[in-house]
């Protein structure tokens, strides 16, 4: 049983359906911890708006840009929160739509 660490098993004993982990090595590693790179919110995509979308500030106040449907854009990373709590897309600096972006 090389390279197994731990034993998993079910069992119907009595129609009660027991399962458990049996641990067979030591499961601590000897070692500093492995950090993960953040990644980067601001990576450059190109999308397409499917509906009417009103470009919104940081504070979530409308800006009176609007978007028209099918239009063809370039955002900034994925969903953020705005100030006032609502989720948004990146258009560009201080400008935030809340429609879905298709890629």
């Known amino acids: 049983m090389d390279g197994?660490?731990?034993w998993q098993y079910t069992d119907n004993w009595k129609g009660m359906s027991?399962?458990?982990?049996?641990?067979i090595?030591?499961?601590?590693i000897s070692g500093s911890a492995v950090?993960?790179?953040?990644?980067?919110?601001?990576?450059?995509?190109?999308?397409?708006?499917?509906?009417?979308?009103y470009v919104?500030?940081?504070n979530g106040k409308r800006t009176g840009e609007v978007?028209?449907?099918?239009?063809s854009v370039t955002y900034y990373g994925g969903k953020t929160k705005l100030s006032n709590g609502k989720s948004?897309?990146?258009?560009?600096?201080?400008k935030y739509t809340s429609w879905q972006v298709i890629s």
């Open 4 to 6: 197994i660490a731990i």
């Open 18 to 23: 027991t399962d458990g982990n049996i641990t």
């Open 25 to 28: 090595l030591p499961l601590s």
């Open 35 to 53: 950090s993960q790179a953040p990644s980067n919110s601001n990576t450059k995509h190109t999308g397409k708006i499917m509906y009417k979308s």
């Open 56 to 58: 919104y500030d940081g």
């Open 67 to 71: 978007y028209k449907a099918y239009v």
């Open 88 to 94: 948004a897309v990146k258009f560009g600096d201080n």
